[in-house]
């Protein structure tokens, strides 16, 4: 009575999930941070040769250590936020946009060329930050519009196009440099240091404030935008499956260059903050990466702005932190970067488990009997 | 005296353009899988401080070094560090499904965070200071052959480079019949254009995309090598690679996916790197715009390739996406 199996049966046999529960979802994502975590100790430790505790307090002394740190700290998930949320309406519609960088610079770049060429002028200032901060938006939309309009004409490749756009970006920001800069010298400076024309007004006394207030309601307002409005149920509607789209009577060219003018828009504002609220000067890497963190930023919290909070508070802190204990060891301060790079790849890795099931030979066969 | 100037132009363009061939045909091969790896920039700087750390420990165990080992650590540790860094990208992205864009830029923040700790901090963690300068390695490197070197001009053309700028050139040239004249370069074909059609047809589409980004990482981490070791003659300075890597990925648009023409592509955007030096440009300004005509080539070839809609200069229909077999 020998009835061999003919077919071979994989040791591991994948399959999709329906449905996770939330506190299981919740766990897997805790227990691959926890890895992480350990894994950049280790190597920290290993490329330091201090003890795990001295690191960590390390870190908490760059990111709390004063009253200056912890406001930096703040400013810096400001703008990382304020990126991610500009990113965020083009990925839920699976629009794969990686040109944030490119539209933040472009948006910089109009600011500064407004307190370049209106500083001087008697313009009051109010009227100078309104007319920056129009110009900033409509450059940032601009540069994210180009490549829909060839998406929604042609089907371009998206990504290809805005990484390119990028280094557009970046050139076009050194032409304007090196014609603004005095003496030919290639650097800037603050723009107008003297008359303070086109800076954004300290609150309760202290710098960078203005931006945190700034990115705190537009992160609410996006939640609604996406969560409860029209547009956000379009968005989605696109991004989970064009043709349902088209079925039931969207026109999903027109969402395409609308969502992705939005991204623009919120990607120009956030170089507005940058040139106006933090650093008063434009260069070409006034964003420097963030356009690219932000795209991770924003896909680990799954489109969540809630959750995009944590996500880019984490980030900075780590790179503040490692920072400090770059700084305090002496070595290269490309700490944060190893660090964070493991704990995306954690993080990435571990979507998969919450994803799909892995059913074991072994445990089929005691479910057969 | 132009005449000469021309050749010595053409050869300074192909000695930029070697480290964008090598990634640019690693990348042509991961792509043809539907693996779009934008972690390649990544890669090519731990492709560099591989090699830097193998050469240095080497020299450091030998104090009369062999030439033969000179280039073979550098170069095995070199091919190392960048297939682990494209199994890293191939396990999340092939076995684990994971987004290709969110691992290729999370593999190139990790990759460029490592090659500039280990450049800026390598000798300081063995107690020693100063910057990283491996003479004997790079000297061993840059080895010209012999004789046809000296042939006046025509050797500056076309003798005049290390050994690995020839390599770039062989395997692009290699990569391109693999790719259309053999059944392996069909099936990597199929797998690209089709994962599910290719799955059918009995092709094994885990392995194939395995073996193409694990073989197209290392072959753009050989970029990286020829960086540190050939141009720079064994330094390392920190973001010296600076945006190279993309470029490369540009120059895969550019040469619309076939690593034949990728050859000419990159010795042109190599040129285009270094036109701005040799022409001596009055303005600084002039001098950024053609540093901004790779880029914008690129994006009108891009969007001429897709508004022509010719089926074989076409991104690989799968780029981007993660195959999985019971998916509908």
């Not at chain 1, 026109?251 to 623009?264: D, E």
């Not at chain 2, 640019?24 to 890669?43: R, V």
């Not at chain 2, 390695?137 to 500056?156: H, M, N, Q, V």
């Amino acid at each position: 009575m020998k009835k061999e199996r003919k077919t071979r049966e994989p040791l591991v046999h994948i399959t999709k999930r329906a449905t996770i529960p939330l506190w299981k979802a919740i766990l897997v994502r805790v227990v691959a941070i926890l890895i992480a975590l350990v894994i950049s100790a280790v190597v920290v430790v290993v490329f330091t040769h201090k003890n795990p505790v001295e690191v960590l307090r390390a870190m908490f002394n760059g990111n709390f250590g004063s009253a200056r740190k912890v406001l930096f700290l703040l400013q810096r998930t400001a703008m990382l936020l304020c990126i991610s949320l500009a990113v965020t309406p083009a990925f839920r519609m699976k629009f794969w946009n990686i040109g944030a960088e490119g539209q933040v610079l472009m948006g910089a770049l109009a600011a500064a060329a407004c307190m370049f060429y209106f500083g001087k002028t008697k313009m009051p200032n109010w009227l100078l930050l309104i007319l920056m901060f129009a110009a900033s938006l409509i450059f940032g939309m601009l540069w994210a519009i180009i490549p829909a309009i060839f998406k929604a004409a042609w089907n371009t490749n998206e990504t290809l196009f805005t990484l390119m756009m990028n280094y557009v970006a970046m050139q076009i920001i050194q032409i304007c440099v090196s014609i603004w800069a005095p003496n030919g010298s290639g650097v800037m400076g603050h723009i107008n240091p003297t008359t303070y024309k086109g800076w954004l007004p300290d609150v309760f006394g202290q710098k960078y404030l203005i931006n945190i207030i700034f990115v705190t309601i537009l992160t609410g307002i996006l939640f609604v935008y996406l969560t409860f409005s029209k547009h956000g149920y379009e968005i989605s509607v696109v991004g989970e499956s064009e043709n349902t789209a088209r079925y039931i009577g969207i026109n999903v060219k027109k969402v395409i260059l609308r969502t992705m003018a939005v991204s623009g828009l919120i990607c120009g504002f956030a170089g507005f903050l940058l040139v106006a609220g933090e650093n008063h000067t434009i260069t070409k890497d006034l964003a420097g990466g963030m356009g690219f963190t932000a795209i991770m930023v924003s896909w680990l919290a799954k489109f969540n702005p809630l959750i995009m909070m944590g996500v880019s508070f984490l980030l900075s802190f780590l790179h503040l932190g490692g920072v400090q204990v770059a700084q305090d060891c002496r070595l290269n301060e490309s700490i944060p970067e190893i660090i964070t790079g493991i704990i995306l790849f954690f993080i990435i890795g571990c979507e998969f488990f919450t994803r799909y099931k892995l059913n074991f030979r072994s445990a089929g066969k005691e479910e057969a009997k | 005296m132009i005449f000469l100037k021309i050749i010595h132009f053409i050869s300074a363009a192909i000695v930029q353009g070697i480290p964008l061939l090598f990634g640019a045909t690693g990348e042509i091969l991961t792509e043809k899988s539907g693996n779009l790896n934008l972690g390649i920039p990544g890669i090519m700087y731990v492709g560099g401080i591989s090699g830097i750390i193998g050469g240095y420990l080497y020299e450091k165990a030998a104090p009369t070094p062999n030439g033969f080992l000179l280039i073979l650590i550098p170069l095995l540790a070199s091919m190392l560090g960048s297939l682990l860094m494209a199994l890293i990208y191939s396990v999340l992205t092939i076995t684990l499904r994971a987004n290709q864009n969110v691992t290729g830029l999370a593999l190139t923040t990790f990759g460029v965070g490592l090659g500039n700790f280990f450049g800026g901090s390598l000798l300081a963690m063995f107690g020693e200071s100063g910057s990283i300068a491996l003479k004997a390695t790079g000297a061993a490197y840059r080895t010209k052959i012999p004789f046809l070197s000296t042939l006046g001009w025509f050797g500056d053309l076309f003798f005049s480079y290390g050994f690995l700028a020839y390599t770039a050139v062989i395997i692009a040239i290699v990569a391109g019949i693999i790719l259309n004249k053999t059944r392996v370069g069909l099936n990597l074909k199929a797998v690209g254009e089709s994962p599910a059609t290719a799955d059918a047809a009995g092709i094994n589409v885990v392995k194939y995309k395995y073996l193409a980004t694990c073989i197209g990482g290392v072959i753009a981490g050989l970029g990286g090598l020829y960086w540190v070791m050939d141009y720079t003659d064994g330094a390392w300075t920190n973001n010296g690679f600076g945006d190279r890597g993309w470029l490369a990925i540009a120059i895969v648009i550019f040469a619309i996916w076939k690593p034949k023409l990728a050859i000419p592509s990159s010795f042109l955007f190599g040129g285009l790197y270094i036109l701005s030096v040799f022409i001596q440009v009055p303005t600084s300004w002039a001098r950024e715009i053609i540093n901004m005509l790779p880029y914008l080539v690129t994006i009108v070839v891009l969007c001429a390739v897709s508004a022509r809609k010719k089926r074989e200069n076409l991104p690989p229909a799968s780029l981007g996406l993660s195959y999985f077999r019971e998916e509908r």
